[in-house]
């Protein structure tokens, strides 16, 4: 299982980004998926999840300003980030795991997301 997200960048504190995570392989409809984040020399912080039913959670800092969904013709989850602070810099990391497990088996490469003040 191969992971690709993009879709990081710069912006302005108050702008959106939408990043996206295509993953290979035929079992996307059986993951739960998830995004975390880190921040220069901090650790991984889980953001948001979605299940193969579709049911999302979000870090408490983040709910109402981002959306995360799923698009299982296309074996790609996206991360809609509205409303960005500058305190949402960070690598952001897509993951995956089968909705029984609880530990994320398989990690993209993560991709940059800069908010300037």
């Known amino acids: 299982v191969q992971l690709q997200a993009s879709g990081g960048g710069l912006v302005q504190a108050g702008g959106s980004l939408r990043l996206s995570c295509a993953v290979s392989?035929?079992?996307?409809?059986?993951?739960?998926m998830g995004w975390f984040r880190r921040a220069s020399g901090r650790e991984h912080y889980f953001v948001a999840d979605i299940s193969s039913s579709g049911l999302s959670t979000y870090r408490d800092s983040v709910k109402g300003r981002f959306t995360i969904s799923r698009d299982n013709a296309e074996n790609t989850v996206y991360l809609q980030m509205n409303s960005l602070k500058p305190e949402d810099t960070a690598v952001y990391y897509c993951?995956?795991?089968?909705?029984?497990?609880?530990?994320?088996?398989?990690w993209g490469q993560g991709t940059l997301v800069t908010v300037s003040s």
């Open positions: 392989g035929r079992s996307f409809r059986s993951y739960t």
């Open positions: 993951a995956a795991r089968f909705d029984s497990t609880a530990r994320y088996d398989y």
